[in-house]
Every structure is written in C-alpha cells, then in structure tokens.
C-alpha cells in the first residue's frame, strides 16, 4: 500500500500534529508499504517562525479557550 503523509505544520519541534501523524503512521504501517512524505513547512518559508513573531498560544490560555468551547 501507499501511503501520503503530509506534513503541514510551521513549527518543526513541539508540533503536535507532527507527532500524532508520525504514532499514527507507525501504526499502520506494514512491512513492504511504501511513504511518500511531504513537508509542506519546507516549501513555504513565509510562514516559519510564526510562534517567534508572536502568534503562539501559551497552554494556560490555550486550555482556558477549550473549556470555554466544550
């Protein structure tokens, strides 16, 4: 089988959406299956370094907003 995985995420370390896809293709990966991998955050240089510029989120706001959507 193929499998695609894409990586869209601006930051590299931290990302959590990098680390579920990543325990994700680890678990369905079979021997002889094929990965094509995609780092979208190295073809769009424009939006790296977003958590440096001030559009990080710290968790106790982070939570605080999810309470108030749940």
Known sequence: ????QIDSSARKKGSTSRALAKKLLDKIKKPGDEVVYRDLDDEMLF???LTESGMKIDQI?????LKRVI
């Open 1 to 4: 089988m193929k499998i695609y």
């Open 47 to 49: 939006v790296s370094g």
């Open 61 to 65: 706001n982070l939570l605080t907003n």
